[in-house]
């Protein structure tokens, strides 16, 4: 059954906390960040798209479309949504970052839910009393509204969904869901942290 909804792994970005590395493609496990984002996000949608804006050649391998910004100068993951709402096949768009390879293998049926429920725009992961905007379900159609914003000049993520009609919802039941690998301090850190619990299981 279709579930109408195409998604979207944000890995455009310059990536300046971790030295302004291409962050998608940093290796954690043995395999690119951008990678394990995939993976968890494609069984959740119709179709997964790669936003990136360079490296497209080894973004392509992870088997996904890859899509680059339609506007200049690597400027975030709005751009990248603006991208992918214009690329997407399906009414409804979810995204993630790059950097978040344990994000929840339920984040889009529950997304979806509350949209469903609430007759909102916009739904958004909420968990440790904090919104995290990268991790959202929108429709197609706020994307006049989204090219607009950033028309304005306006390229914040969060201030542009908070100026949407948006549901917030709660993943408290895990809370290590939305991490970020923002630095290579955080990529080591979590990679061994990983490695240890695998050798005591």
């Known amino acids: 059954m279709s579930k109408g ?50 490296n497209e050649e080894a973004y392509g391998r992870l088997g996904f479309p890859v899509i680059a910004d339609q506007l200049p100068g690597f400027a975030g993951p709005l751009a990248g949504l ?10 409804l768009v979810a ?7 344990f994000l929840p293998i339920d984040l889009v049926p ?19 009393g904090r919104t995290h905007p990268v991790f959202c379900l929108c429709r197609r159609v706020v994307l006049p509204a989204l090219e607009q914003t950033i028309l304005s000049g306006e390229l914040r993520f969060e201030r542009w969904i908070r100026a949407q009609h948006h549901v917030e919802v709660d993943f408290d039941d895990q809370p290590e869901a939305f991490t970020n690998l923002n630095t290579a301090e955080d990529l ?3 990679e061994a942290e990983v490695q240890a619990r695998l ?3």
């Open 5 to 54: 909804i195409s998604g979207v792994v944000f890995a455009g970005g310059l990536g300046r906390r971790m030295g302004s590395v291409d962050k998608g493609q940093q290796t954690f496990l043995g395999r690119p960040l951008a990678a394990w984002v995939a993976e968890r996000l494609a069984p959740q949608v119709d179709e997964l798209l790669i936003n990136a804006n360079r």
């Open 82 to 91: 603006h991208a992918a709402l214009a690329h997407a096949r399906a009414p």
């Open 95 to 101: 995204t993630a970052p790059c950097d978040s390879p």
């Open 110 to 128: 529950r997304l979806a839910t509350a949209l469903q429920k609430s007759g909102a725009t916009i739904a958004v992961a909420r968990c440790g």
């Open 188 to 190: 080591a850190r979590f």
């Open 199 to 201: 050798s005591i299981s």
